[in-house]
């Protein structure tokens, strides 16, 4: 089945600086790659997400690429800003697999004024 | 639109104890899931119904069944909790084929 690795674990970043998180997935039949933010004590929720016919996406501060070849895909948040502080998780899923996600274990982000 | 509910939000059970978890979602969804989250794992699926009448299971299922009621509702049932079980848990749903699932608020079950 489907493995999505994430990195890093932890992230710190001052605010105003980027941050980049990466996943690798195992399955090339995967073709749909979401991002989630989760805050404390709260659900994920859907922050961007891009298929496998899109090599890049962006959405104001946040941008998701897609390396099919390499299979893996990252999240970019720039300008950073103290509410961006959440875990974020990668997932991936394919048409097939009644949209069946396998999550990465997720990366705590810290912002730091 | 209340999106995706599931009750109760804390639970602590007795090693042993039953319970049932209750989901339900108004976006006419097909497909609906439980997942667990612990520290440092991510969300692993336990079930899924990929529509109504219909339930498999996902990556961990030991220790749990589920109904798909109907279109709207999905529960999860622990038939004999063991500490283990000590997660919170997630349903979603999501319309047919990969695109965005929906969670509920989540439910955290102390098991003692």
């Known amino acids: 089945g489907e493995n999505v690795e994430q990195h890093p674990s932890t992230l710190s970043v001052q605010e105003g600086d980027s941050a980049v998180i990466k996943c690798t997935y195992s399955d090339s039949a995967s073709n749909y790659f979401p991002w989630y933010k989760q805050e404390l004590g709260k659900r994920p929720q859907l922050i961007i997400d891009i298929r496998s016919n899109v090599g890049e996406k962006k959405d104001q501060r946040i941008a998701v690429t897609l390396n099919k070849t390499a299979k893996h895909f990252s999240l970019h948040i720039t300008e950073t800003q103290p509410e961006d502080s959440a875990v974020y998780f990668c997932a991936a899923s394919k048409t097939d697999s009644w949209g069946k996600f396998q999550f990465g274990a997720g990366t705590q982000v810290v912002v730091t004024p | 639109n209340a999106g995706v509910t599931q009750t109760p939000k804390f639970q602590v059970l007795k090693t042993g104890q039953s319970m049932t978890l209750q989901c339900a979602q108004d976006m006419n969804h097909n497909s609906m899931y439980w997942y667990r989250q612990d520290p440092g794992m991510g969300l692993r699926l336990i079930y899924y119904?990929?529509?109504?009448?219909?339930?498999d299971k996902g990556e961990v299922p030991n220790g749990y069944n589920v109904s798909r009621l109907n279109k709207r509702e999905f529960s999860l049932r622990l038939e004999s909790a063991a500490p283990s079980q000590t997660s919170v848990y997630f349903c979603a749903s999501s319309a047919q084929g990969p695109t965005e699932a929906f969670f509920g608020q989540g439910t955290r079950l102390t098991v003692v």
């Open positions: 119904s990929a529509s109504e009448g219909t339930t």
